[in-house]
């Protein structure tokens, strides 16, 4: 997992108040993923909406990675499609 990604974890993790483990972290590939993963976390869904979360997430990747959403879906790769490093 390159910096860039580091960085994006590090800053969800601060807005939603939570810990992503290494290991986990490694695994999410895409902002769906991450969605979802953050979703099926109790202390997330139950303080957050889905459509906030899915907000969040995406101004987090555009602020850190220097995307612009409109350029790619939840679907796309961070390192693949979005060149996070």
Request: no cysteine; hydrophobic share 40%.
């Amino acid at each position: 997992m390159g910096l860039e990604v580091v960085e994006m974890v590090i800053r969800v993790e601060e807005e939603f108040e939570i810990s992503i483990p290494d290991q986990e972290a490694s695994q999410i590939e895409t902002p769906g993923q991450l969605i979802d993963y953050l979703l099926a976390r109790p202390e997330v869904s139950e303080k957050w909406s889905r459509d906030y979360v899915h907000l969040s997430v995406w101004m987090i990747i555009e602020d850190e990675l220097g995307i612009k959403k409109e350029d790619f879906n939840d679907d796309s790769r961070f390192i693949q499609d979005m060149g996070a490093g």
